[in-house]
């Protein structure tokens, strides 16, 4: 475990304030690109980071349960009385899992990387606030009020729209090799070493100048208001960014929610998503692991007695919501240990689709697929970081993936996976997008 400032034993100073404003992304304009970026417009929640007052990183999967279990124990003390709508403190996310290949490309993200922001800023039930952490040494306090007073002075007071033109787009993908992956997955399904794998594939944007972040956040949130928007920046510049709609946990005490979200048409097909035996089948896989992994942390489990159906811009998904109280003891860290990666993502049985994932997807999928979100203490709220890319300057990779079953047929799956890409790329070029 790497820290840039020692957590263990080590106490901290926040304080905090109202802010005259209305948008947290608004703070692009005088404190520059976010470290930090969460946002789901239907909830109203919003918090934006800069800085970074601390970093807890994994550097081997091992590490990741006690990485996400400190989390929670953040020794903290508050100037005043302490928040209790504030996302985090604590943003940031993880790894899939093993990949086939290395792309160095994820290197500064690293297995998993959770940032304390020096300064946050959310939104409340009345407007705004602003939070800022310290170490609790001599001038911490000082050095909390400066913070805060900076933040107050320089913060814009407006709604932070999208504002540049549209960006003409080079994409590459290359649809031979992913069509002959899928091939193979069903070869395996068929032999009866398979139920179901998700296979994933990149998208390679380019664009003629460096991509405006705070631009592509401002589309993906006002294009895409029933997902979470999201961006974790690492020091060398580079983000992930996205607007996922999956949840994979959200814990408040011993309450827990989280859904099923597995089955996929175009909107134009959303009235016969249901009654496909193919989706149902799939959708179904994923509940029952989802069900089971949580009978093992909770006494009581339940869920919709069918699935709902979710209608996005591009899409349109089965969902099916599920809740459990967990028993006494219980962390985040552990639930997400039971669940991740669900059938959603990885497939079943879930062992032998991930050991088909690393010897034929031929993709390091980094944080793509992987927990994304913000802990907190006795709270934590996790997504799935999927419809989503890794940006830095100019250049943007894409991540789109579809569960293959039996009777999964190539040429629909790569469709499925075109449509997915089109929240990314219309938020990425500032235009619609065509697709044949």
């Not at 107050?152 to 932070?160: D, I, K, N, T, V």
């Not at 504002?163 to 395996?188: D, M």
């Not at 059938?343 to 997807?361: I, K, Q």
Request: a neutral charge.
């Amino acid at each position: 475990m790497k820290t840039l400032n020692p957590v263990e034993g080590q106490r901290w100073v926040a304080g905090m304030m109202p802010l005259a404003a209305v948008d947290p992304l608004s703070g692009a304009d005088s404190l520059g690109v976010p470290t930090v970026y969460w946002e789901r417009p239907l909830a109203r929640e919003a918090a934006a980071g800069w800085g970074e007052a601390a970093v807890v990183e994994a550097t081997a999967p091992a590490q990741v349960p006690a990485v996400l279990g400190s989390l929670g124990v953040l020794s903290l003390r508050w100037l005043d009385p302490a928040p209790s709508d504030m996302p985090g403190p604590w943003f940031g996310g993880l790894r899939f899992g093993a990949a086939g290949v290395e792309d160095p490309a994820w290197a500064a993200h690293g297995v998993a990387r959770w940032t304390l922001p020096e300064v946050l800023v959310w939104r409340t039930g009345s407007g705004l606030a602003v939070a800022a952490f310290a170490p609790e040494a001599r001038g911490g306090e000082d050095v909390v009020r400066s913070r805060l007073e900076r933040v107050r002075a320089r913060f814009s007071e407006g709604y932070r729209h999208a504002r540049g033109s549209e960006v003409a787009l080079t994409v590459v993908s290359s649809r031979p090799e992913f069509e002959a992956r899928v091939e193979r997955a069903l070869e395996a399904i068929a032999s009866g070493q398979l139920q179901k794998v998700v296979l994933a594939r990149p998208v390679d944007v380019e664009a003629a100048e460096a991509f405006d972040v705070v631009d592509v956040l401002a589309r993906l949130r006002e294009q895409n208001p029933r997902c979470a928007t999201f961006l974790f920046r690492a020091p060398d510049g580079t983000c992930f960014l996205g607007a996922t709609p999956e949840t994979l946990c959200r814990v408040e005490g011993r309450a827990l929610e989280t859904e099923a979200l597995a089955g996929t048409a175009a909107p134009r097909e959303a009235e016969g998503l249901r009654g496909q035996d193919k989706d149902a089948r799939e959708h179904a896989a994923v509940v029952r692991y989802i069900l089971a992994a949580l009978r093992t942390l909770a006494g009581e489990v339940h869920s919709d007695a069918e699935p709902q159906l979710l209608a996005l811009k591009n899409v349109v998904h089965l969902r099916t919501g599920i809740g459990a109280r967990l028993r006494e003891g219980v962390s985040a860290a552990q639930v997400v240990e039971a669940l991740h990666p669900t059938p959603a993502v990885g497939g079943t049985p879930r062992e032998r689709a991930l050991s088909f994932l690393v010897e034929h997807e031929g993709l390091d999928r980094g944080w793509y697929a992987g927990p994304v979100g913000w802990v907190g203490p006795e709270r934590a709220h996790l997504m799935v970081g999927l419809r989503s890319a890794r940006v830095r300057g100019p250049r943007a990779r894409l991540y789109v993936g579809c569960g293959i079953v039996a009777g999964s047929i190539a040429e629909a799956e790569w469709r499925e996976t075109e449509m997915k890409s089109l929240a990314v790329l219309r938020a990425l070029g500032g235009g619609d997008v065509g697709r044949q």
